[in-house]
């Protein structure tokens, strides 16, 4: 994937009920314009519909799962496989997002498992790491990034297309931005980080999230290592959206 075009992600969790797949449809035409690839995370039950309906419009928009089971099927109630996702037209799938961290107690090894089921589909996994506040206030960034990506990242990444969304918890729904030097270090670490594993046979976006709005899009993609954007509440009214996409250029 070219790192000259950056991917402005749209998360849009527990939100959406059928009338959300029109007014997504309405960013299709900023979404053409746009040098960025875009991608939205809708609930689980409009994926197969919103993805049919960017396929009859001819849209570049790219659809994903917001998690996925590490199995391909099974007694597993509740959960949704890599398989499922792809069979109902995703082409990403976001693991290991905070509000399943810490809301539903998900290990790094279980997060590393997930990428594994979603690389053997072919799906392009968006895996998440962020510290919370009292973390980055003990020091602890750097190791609990440095721990996040090692436990996270199964070997089986080498040579893959994915990405890694950079998202501290505490900027999450929040409002509160870290400064430009603590998002460039965080770019800083997950590059050295990737290069020093990896030797140079992965080459992901690596995206910031974490109270992205429409007004401080452009200034974030201007940062050094930054590859693209998640966007969880901006995403959820077109309008915002699609000035978060026309600032990505
Ligand atoms: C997210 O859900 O990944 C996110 C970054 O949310 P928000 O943009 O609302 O902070």
Redesign the pocket.
Known sequence: MPHNIPLIAG?W?MHGLAQAVPEALSIDAAARKSNARIALFPPATLLDRLSQALIEAGSPIITGGQDCHCEADGAFTGDISAEMLKDAGAGMVILG?S?RRHGHHEPCALVAKKVIGALRVGLEPVI?IGETLEERLAGETHAVLNRQLGASLPEELTGQVFHV?Y?PVW????GHIPTDEQVVDAMVLVKSYLEDRFHGQVTPHVLY????KPDNAAHLLTLDGVGGL??????LKAVDFNRIITAAG
């Open positions: 998360n969790k997002h509000e998440c969304a998202e900027a999450i729904g929040t999230g974490g109270s992205v998640l966007v969880g509440g901006a995403s």
